[in-house]
Each structure stands twice: as structure tokens, then as C-alpha cells.
């Protein structure tokens, strides 16, 4: 990259894009993390290359089954892409320690402005190649060149997310102001990217169909006949390699592109700079209240009255465990809404485990892994044993009322099947907080909006033993009801 | 004798390189003892180890008769660490924050709250004391984890460049919250690079290079092991730290 950057004219667009990409490329994670991603990305494309093969044979004719199909995955993955957008576009604005460097620099802030929102594009374009391409790469070379139209419409999709999530980011902070303006995005953000989600289970509870959101949206347009042909048609057809719905799809995404970095230049500069504020709460008067009131005997008491307190006053990061649990929404509507569906008591049995399992790895990773200012801990007459058994009973007692729930349900039709669930829960709970903490990783609570966990490792684990310990759970709830 | 507050003995530390090498250090009761160094001298990593956030190679510490690495609980309920950068909690109130570091350190709530009171009036921090410290300045930051490192009354207090970045207001308040603290009694090992706190706070300076301790001792002893009574301490630590051929 930095041959790259001495060619490019300082100052620059270019120069910017560039420089904007190698900060981005060293800040990735490396060592263990890189090289499972890299064997999940060789496997992934060697299942692609099983599916060209087998597709090769197969002629992709832009009929209209396909171009509505087309047209339902193109605004699904586009309102993904413009989540990921939206949080890239606050990370520019409320973490990006370079803006006050570039920003005082004497360059055009709209030089500034592209420059970051053509990185936010770049950073979605690679995300969702990663997921797309070596499915499409191996078809594309195996005998359907045609599709090699996918990058297009990729790198068109991310130039209009980049767009659509600068533009919800700024329109955020003008309405929430500028100190909620980041809880409220992080959340607006997360409802983005459940929506779709949630939506499609939520429909594919409807007695009469059974199918995901995108087949229904599809569906839909089939009946409404959207997308088999004239604007909603263009997406496939560029999927499928015709040059004119590319150069239309590419041409009206960066016309907007630049019509974005005109238009949300001023805002993004008025959002910035009124970010100084937005960390710090009104002044308000001091309590008249004695100060004793915030003293706690014993280390539990203390650290468990810090964790609360700093949990509390992070309603974002709360926001993503509570999420954590809307996704498992449907699971419960699936338990209770249909009559011949899976038995009530033990798929509630298997929920409340996995809930527990999945709330309690995240404020376990919070409180353990996510420790502020883990050298005070240190520097403090505890033991590390101490502290963390002190911050595990804290993650423990802060997820209880929530795994008490789910039993108390399944209490009136089963008693003991209530205690059986309770009890499975209170141990896949434990033993989501034991892998957090063998397993921990220290960084930054930051971290967990961006990556939802503190590892790859300790969140499949987490996922394996919980869901076991809930389908054993739901065996034996079955079995007692 | 007493018993001295900290006694370093054949301290080594290597990361790529050995960055502290072979150090002795005595440093007694009451003292208020000044470290100072070039960069990359080894002060921060040598108080590191004495607070017990970085495992020595070798060597002993002892913080007054406790060995720190065998007792290290022990040592570390007499010792309070301030780094350069304040260890807080952004969302936590100043009293919160304090009340938090007490119950680290067991001490009991009805002493706590009012030693509390009465720091953050002592450093003015007390109309600020329900507000979070993500607002505050870095010096306010700075005062507030000076509060943490006094309430449980340590009676050996490192402190690693706790003045860098504060303006001449707040810089006093540290300085004589540092100075009061040797009045009552405590011990104060400091790390500075503003050479002038030293040649007018110090009972004793210690001056380090490469993970060696070069010369200490009062400021008279030290211009004079620099070879003139008149100079400054400017003058005695650039002399001292410099390579012979430098000076020559």
C-alpha cells in the first residue's frame, strides 16, 4: 500500500483512499483469528466449487423467476449492508481519532468527507465479497462468465449503502442531538439488521407458509410483479452480466456517491464538531444526598455496584444482549403458536437455556474481558481469582431475573418440568460465565458493539455447550410432560 | 534503622532487550523520592514491578519487609499506583469511582466516605462529585485518580508522571496533595520528566539509564557527583546521562 500512497499526489482523494484503506488493513485482527477465517474462506469456496459444477450444466437465463429473485436478495443484503454502513459511519464521526488531524489539515472537508465515505463503501464492498464472491467466482470461471456482473453490483449496493447510512447517521444526530446521537444509531442500527430477520421468522410462523422473509418478499413481488422487468428488474440483470443495467446501476450509485459527499458534507462537519459535547452529560447539581450512599462493604457488593452502574449508563451496549434475546422471539412464538408444532414446554425448556447461555456469555465478557482499567485490579490487594469469581457472580446476578422467567412459564404446565428447566438454565448460564472466563481475551467494551463477542472461539463454544445442556433440558422436560 | 518503605535488590527485566538490569534501590519511610531518566531509562517498568503489574525476571522487592512477590496482597494493600494516563471508569461519578476503589481495598465504608469527603473537597472536585468523568478534563481525570490512590491511605504511593498534561493550577494541586501526603507520613516514589518538581519537591533523586540506577542522592550530592556545586539539576542529569564522550 505505501508504494501507493508515495505515487498518489498528497492531499488528495486518492491519497486519502489509500491512506484510509492501510489503516484499515493494519487494524485488522491477526494470529489465530485470521488464520480460521482464512480455513473457513477456503472451505466456504470449496463448497462454491462443488455448486458450479454441479451448476454448470444449468442455464442462468434473466427470466423473471430469477430477476425477482434477484431484485428480494438485493434489498435484503443492501438493508445488511447499510447496517454495517451505519455503524462505520459512527465509528468515522465518534471514534475516529484521524478526523481532527484531517480536518485541521488545510484540505477540502469535502475531500475529507468522500475519502471517508469511499472507505465505509470499500469496507462493506469487502465484508459482503467475502460472503458472496466464492460462491459466484467458482460458477462465474466453471462455465457462466455472465455472472462475473456480481462484483458490479456489489461495489453499486455498497456505494448506495455507504450513502444510506452516512445520511441516517447524520439525520441521528440531528434529531437525537448530538450526545444520543451514538446510543441511538447503535440502536437504530441493530433494529436495522433484525428487522429483516425478525420479520422473516415472525411471517414464517403464518400457518399457511412456512418460509424465510426473503422468499416471502419474493413472493410477493411475483404477485405484485415487481422486478420481472423495467427498474426493479435491473439488479439481475446486472447480476447476470448485461453491460447496460451495470453501467446504469454503477453510473446511478456513484451520481449519488458524489451527490452524498456534496450534499453531507456541512452536516458531517456539524456532527463532528458538535461531537465535542456529546460525551459529557448536562451538568447537573451534585446530590444533596450523603456520599456514604455509594459505599459498599465487601467486594462482591463493590464490584457488582460498578458493573451495574456502568452496564446501566451504557444503554447501547445493553441494547445488543437485550437484542440478543428478540432474536430468540420466534423461537418462542414457534412454541406457542401452532398446534402442530413442537411441544410447548420442552422448546421452552431449550430456549430459556440458550437464552441464558447467550445473556450471561455477554455480560460475562463485558464485566471480565471488557475491564476498563484492569491494572487498578492489579495494583488492588485482590487476588485475580478474586476479582473474577467477584465479577462473574456480578454477570450472574445481573442475567438471574431474566432465567427465571422462562421456568415461571412453564411452571403452570409443568412444575417439575419448571425445576428441570431452572436448573439447566442456572448451569448453561454458569457455564457460558466458566468459558468466558477461561477463555478471555481483555479488550475493549467498544469492542462489543462492532463483534457482538469477545471471540469466535468462546462464542461457538458458548453456543455448542448451551444448546446441548438446552437439548437436554427440552428431553427432559419432554419426557416429564 | 527503620525499616525502609522500599528496598529493590538485583531487580532485571528484559522485553527485546533488558530494560531494567541489576537494580538496587533503598528508599526510606517518609521520603518523597524522585526517579527520573531518559526515555526508555526503565522508571516505568521498574514501577510497574513494584506495584506488581509486571512480573520481574529476577531480583527482590520489598515494601516495608513484605517481599511483593511472594506477599503480594500484603504489599499491595500498602501501596497505591498512579500512571500517567488516570485509570478510570468514564461512566462512573468521581464519589462512585472512590467508593469503588475503597471496597477494592476492604476498607470499611464508614471510614471510607468520609476520607472520601474530604478529598474531593480538598481537591475541588466536590461540586463535580454525581457527575461522570467521560466530561472531565485530563486534569480533573488526573485528580480524580489521585482521590482513588489517597483514599486507602497507602503508605507507599508510585506515581508514574502524574503531572504530564496538567496546567499550572492543577499541577500545584498535585503537588502539594503529594506533599501533604509525605507530611502525614506516606512515602511518594515519583517519575518525572519536568525536572524542576524534582529539584524542589525530592528528599532524594534517582537517576536511571539503561535499566541502571547511575547516581542518587540529594541534589547537593548530585551536583557534586556531576563535578560542580552551581548547576542545575538541568545540568547534573544531562551530565550524568550523558556518554563520557559526550561530556568529555
Known amino acids: ?481 | 534503622m527503620s525499616e525502609p518503605a522500599l528496598a529493590i535488590r538485583g531487580l532485571a527485566k528484559s522485553f527485546d532487550r533488558k530494560v531494567v538490569d541489576d537494580l538496587d534501590l533503598d528508599i526510606a519511610a517518609g521520603e518523597l523520592y524522585a526517579l527520573l531518566g531518559p526515555n526508555g531509562a526503565g522508571k516505568t517498568t521498574t514501577l510497574r514491578m513494584v506495584t506488581g503489574l509486571t512480573r520481574p525476571d529476577a531480583g527482590s522487592i520489598h515494601i516495608f519487609g513484605i517481599d511483593a512477590l511472594a506477599e503480594p496482597r500484603a504489599a499491595k494493600a500498602l501501596t497505591a499506583w498512579l500512571p500517567d494516563e488516570p485509570m478510570l471508569y468514564d461512566k462512573l461519578s468521581p464519589a462512585e469511582y472512590l467508593a469503588f476503589v475503597a471496597g477494592l481495598w476492604r476498607i470499611p465504608p464508614g471510614e471510607a466516605a468520609p476520607e472520601a469527603e474530604r478529598l474531593l473537597k480538598w481537591l475541588e472536585l466536590w461540586d463535580e462529585r454525581d457527575q461522570r468523568c467521560e466530561g472531565f478534563s485530563r486534569g480533573m481525570k488526573q485528580k480524580v485518580a489521585l482521590a482513588g490512590a489517597l483514599i486507602h491511605r497507602p503508605r507507599l504511593l508510585v506515581l508514574d508522571e502524574p503531572l504530564t498534561g496538567l496546567d499550572a493550577t492543577m499541577a500545584r494541586a498535585v503537588k502539594d496533595a503529594l506533599r501533604a501526603a509525605v507530611d502525614a507520613g506516606a512515602t511518594v516514589v515519583i517519575t518525572t520528566h519536568i525536572l524542576e518538581v524534582a529539584e524542589r519537591m525530592a528528599d532524594r533523586i534517582g537517576i536511571i539509564a539503561g535499566g541502571r540506577l547511575l547516581a542518587e542522592g540529594s541534589l547537593a550530592q548530585l551536583r557534586a557527583r556531576a563535578g560542580s556545586d552551581d548547576m542545575t539539576l538541568e545540568d547534573a542529569f544531562i551530565r550524568l546521562t550523558s556518554p563520557p564522550s559526550a561530556t568529555a
Not at chain 1, 500500500?1 to 484499515?24: K, S
Not at chain 1, 485470521?34 to 480455513?39: E, P
Not at chain 1, 455496584?305 to 445488543?320: G, H, I, S
Open chain 1, 1 to 481: 500500500m505505501n508504494p501507493l500512497i508515495r505515487r498518489a499526489a498528497p492531499g488528495r482523494f486518492l491519497w486519502l483512499v489509500l491512506h484510509e484503506l492501510r489503516v484499515a488493513l493494519r487494524a485488522r485482527a491477526r494470529g489465530r483469528g485470521t488464520v480460521l477465517a482464512a480455513i473457513v474462506l477456503v472451505a466456504y469456496f470449496g463448497l462454491g466449487l462443488l455448486a458450479a459444477v454441479a451448476l454448470r450444466r444449468v442455464e442462468l437465463a434473466p427470466g423473471a423467476a430469477l430477476l425477482t429473485a434477484a431484485l428480494a436478495a438485493t434489498i435484503v443484503i443492501t438493508s445488511f449492508m447499510t447496517t454495517q454502513a451505519m455503524l462505520a459511519s459512527q465509528r468515522t464521526l465518534f471514534d475516529g481519532g484521524d478526523l481532527d488531524l484531517l480536518l485541521s489539515a488545510p484540505i477540502a472537508p469535502r475531500t475529507v468527507v468522500l475519502a471517508k465515505l469511499t472507505a465505509i463503501a470499500a469496507s462493506v464492498v469487502l465484508t459482503f465479497a467475502a460472503l458472496i464472491m466464492p460462491m459466484v467466482l467458482p460458477a462465474a470461471l466453471l462455465g457462466h462468465p455472465e455472472l462475473l456482473g456480481v462484483p458490479a453490483l456489489l461495489v453499486a449496493m455498497a456505494l448506495v449503502s455507504a450513502c444510506l447510512g452516512l445520511a441516517i447517521t447524520l439525520g441521528v444526530v440531528r434529531l437525537a442531538g448530538p450526545r444520543a446521537a451514538r446510543t441511538v444509531g447503535q440502536i437504530v442500527a441493530a433494529l436495522l439488521a433484525g428487522a429483516i430477520f425478525l420479520v422473516s421468522q415472525v411471517i414464517a410462523q403464518h400457518p399457511s407458509a412456512r418460509r424465510s422473509g426473503g422468499l416471502t418478499l419474493y413472493e410477493w413481488f411475483s404477485a405484485h410483479h415487481v422486478g420481472a422487468g423495467g427498474i426493479g428488474a435491473l439488479p439481475g440483470r446486472a447480476a447476470l452480466g448485461d453491460p447496460l443495467a451495470i453501467l446504469a446501476l454503477l453510473g446511478g450509485a456513484l451520481a449519488l456517491f458524489a451527490l452524498a459527499g456534496y450534499a453531507l458534507d456541512r452536516g458531517f462537519l456539524r456532527s463532528y464538531q458538535s461531537g465535542g459535547v456529546r460525551l459529557s452529560r448536562r451538568a447537573g447539581r451534585a446530590s444533596s444526598r450523603a456520599i456514604a450512599r455509594h459505599f459498599r462493604a465487601g467486594l462482591f457488593a463493590t464490584m457488582f455496584a460498578k458493573e451495574w452502574r456502568l452496564l446501566a449508563r451504557d444503554p447501547a451496549l445493553a441494547f445488543q444482549i437485550v437484542l440478543r434475546l428478540i432474536y430468540l422471539a420466534p423461537l418462542v412464538l414457534v412454541a406457542l403458536g401452532r398446534d402442530n408444532g413442537p411441544p410447548v414446554a420442552p422448546t421452552l425448556a431449550f430456549i430459556s437455556v440458550v437464552a441464558a447461555g447467550q445473556v450471561v456469555g455477554s455480560l460475562a465478557w463485558i464485566v471480565i474481558s471488557a475491564e476498563d482499567a484492569p491494572d487498578l485490579l492489579t495494583a488492588a490487594p485482590v487476588t485475580r481469582n478474586q476479582a473474577e469469581r467477584a465479577k462473574l457472580a456480578s454477570a450472574l446476578a445481573m442475567a438471574a431475573p431474566i432465567a427465571l422467567v422462562v421456568p415461571a412459564a412453564i411452571a403452570p404446565l409443568s412444575p417439575a418440568g419448571a425445576l428441570v428447566t431452572l436448573a439447566f438454565t442456572l448451569f448453561g448460564g454458569a457455564m457460558a460465565g466458566l468459558i468466558e472466563l477461561r477463555w478471555q481475551k481483555p479488550m475493549k467494551r467498544s469492542a462489543f458493539l462492532r463483534r457482538r463477542s469477545g471471540s469466535l472461539l468462546t462464542g461457538l463454544l458458548t453456543f455448542l455447550v448451551t444448546g446441548l445442556a438446552g437439548l437436554a433440558a427440552g428431553a427432559i422436560v419432554w419426557l416429564l410432560t
